[in-house]
């Protein structure tokens, strides 16, 4: 494992703090529009990931990308 570069782990609440940075966050799965997954994240606010999900979705995920 590689340990010299981090990754954050976020909330919604704390995602505005590393815009442009590497990102992790743990979130509970609302609904899969094809295009992004709308999740719930741990302080219970709406975060929207972006991207093509796979396509097995479970109820909680863990996140890892850029925050916008």
């Known amino acids: 494992m590689d ?3 981090p990754v954050v782990f976020v909330n919604a609440e704390l995602l505005g703090r590393y815009v442009g940075r590497k990102v992790r966050a743990v979130i509970q799965v ?4 094809g295009s992004a997954v709308i999740g719930k994240s741990t302080d219970e606010k709406q975060i929207i990931v972006k991207g093509l999900p796979p396509s097995q979705l479970t109820t909680f995920v863990e996140v890892i990308g850029i925050a916008e």
Do not use: E, Q
Request: aromatic share 0%; glycine share 0%.
């Open 3 to 5: 340990t010299s570069n």
């Open 30 to 33: 609302i609904r899969n529009d």
